[in-house]
């Protein structure tokens, strides 16, 4: 397959707030594509140019994220929901495929229930199930902790060193040119030469409560549109990580509760499955569509 395609950067003004979205050129059908929390829509460019033959892709950049608005407020479900909502009615888009990684699974889930009529289909790549509050013993001072990110002000990383630890980390085994331009999408250099994330600790944190706040599995019956599942588990953790077992019961669930389901694992995949296997993600979607699951 030629891999090789077009894609623009473009803007739009939704309520009064600006998007940034990257469209590629496509022969067939729309399909939005929603990246993780802390991510931007470069997350997706390794996945889009398998996609191009099958559909017409758009990455968009969510609130606080990439190159769109830089809100204080709105990193509630309902709020994010609507900016997707708003994207796609504004942008007159018939009926798209939404794919989710992540939280952007978890946002997915939350248009497809908030919008019953306006998408055509749903896609969760190891996202869509998060939902912290659930699980035994849980309360909220272990989650805020547990999933707060790495304070870089404190860190007071140049660009070369946030490369550099970018490099030592899992990330390293998938490091390509791909993944700087993904970087810079991600982080601003401040006038002392140091970084930070375009996505705001504080604003982070926001979005982390609105995952511990919203009760995810409690949305599935809403949903009336096909939905694929591709969770992501590595072969050596299938039997021994509590969060592949927690992971399974909450594909139980929702297979009970939507049951227009569909679930492809991802075997022997990290959490960023997009950005290590983009041929896999896209090759099990477009099956998906040609075959009429959505």
Not at 49 to 76: C, N, V, W
Not at 79 to 101: M, Q, Y
Not at 132 to 143: I, L, V, Y
């Given at each position: 397959?030629?891999t090789?395609?077009?894609s623009e950067?473009?803007?739009?003004n939704?309520?009064?707030?600006?998007f940034?979205?990257?469209e590629?050129?496509?022969?067939?059908?729309?399909i939005?594509?929603?990246?993780g929390?802390?991510?931007?829509?470069h997350f997706?460019?390794l996945?889009?140019?398998?996609?191009?033959?099958?559909?017409?892709t758009?990455?968009?950049?969510?609130?606080?994220?990439?190159?769109?608005?830089?809100?204080?407020?709105g990193?509630d479900?309902p709020n994010?929901?609507?900016d997707v909502?708003?994207?796609?009615?504004?942008l007159?888009?018939?009926?798209?495929?939404l794919?989710?990684h992540?939280?952007?699974?978890?946002?997915a889930v939350?248009?497809?229930a908030d919008n019953?009529?306006?998408?055509?289909?749903?896609?969760c790549i190891d996202g869509?199930?998060?939902?912290?509050?659930?699980?035994?013993?849980?309360?909220?001072?272990d989650?805020?902790?547990?999933?707060?990110?790495?304070d870089?002000?404190?860190?007071n990383?140049?660009?070369?060193?946030?490369?550099?630890?970018?490099?030592?980390?899992?990330?390293?085994?998938?490091?390509?040119?791909?993944?700087?331009?993904?970087?810079?999408a991600?982080?601003?250099?401040?006038?002392?030469?140091?970084?930070?994330?375009?996505?705001?600790?504080?604003?982070?944190?926001?979005i982390v409560?609105?995952?511990?706040?919203?009760?995810?599995s409690?949305?599935?019956?809403?949903?009336?549109?096909?939905v694929?599942?591709?969770?992501a588990?590595?072969?050596?953790?299938?039997?021994v990580d509590?969060r592949v077992?927690?992971?399974?019961?909450?594909i139980?669930?929702?297979?009970?509760?939507?049951?227009?389901?569909?679930?492809?694992w991802?075997?022997?995949?990290?959490?960023d499955?997009p950005?290590?296997?983009p041929k896999l993600?896209a090759?099990?979607?477009?099956?998906?569509?040609?075959?009429?699951?959505?």
């Amino acid at each position: 397959m030629n891999t090789e395609t077009i894609s623009e950067d473009k803007f739009i003004n939704l309520n009064g707030l600006s998007f940034h979205y990257i469209e590629s050129v496509g022969n067939g059908r729309p399909i939005i594509l929603l990246h993780g929390l802390a991510s931007n829509a470069h997350f997706w460019d390794l996945a889009s140019p398998y996609m191009k033959d099958i559909f017409h892709t758009i990455a968009l950049d969510q609130r606080g994220h990439g190159a769109s608005a830089k809100t204080e407020d709105g990193y509630d479900f309902p709020n994010v929901s609507r900016d997707v909502a708003s994207f796609i009615n504004r942008l007159e888009i018939d009926k798209p495929i939404l794919v989710g990684h992540s939280w952007g699974g978890n946002v997915a889930v939350q248009v497809a229930a908030d919008n019953p009529n306006l998408l055509s289909g749903l896609v969760c790549i190891d996202g869509g199930l998060i939902e912290p509050s659930s699980r035994p013993g849980a309360n909220w001072k272990d989650t805020e902790k547990a999933l707060a990110p790495p304070d870089f002000a404190a860190l007071n990383l140049t660009w070369d060193q946030f490369i550099n630890r970018m490099r030592a980390s899992q990330m390293g085994n998938l490091w390509g040119s791909h993944l700087e331009v993904f970087a810079k999408a991600n982080f601003e250099i401040q006038p002392d030469g140091t970084v930070l994330p375009y996505l705001r600790r504080h604003r982070h944190m926001k979005i982390v409560r609105a995952l511990w706040d919203q009760k995810v599995s409690e949305l599935f019956p809403s949903i009336s549109c096909p939905v694929l599942l591709m969770p992501a588990r590595k072969l050596e953790d299938a039997n021994v990580d509590k969060r592949v077992d927690a992971k399974d019961k909450a594909i139980e669930n929702a297979i009970k509760l939507m049951p227009r389901t569909k679930v492809v694992w991802m075997e022997d995949s990290v959490h960023d499955v997009p950005v290590q296997r983009p041929k896999l993600v896209a090759e099990v979607i477009a099956n998906c569509a040609i075959n009429g699951f959505f």
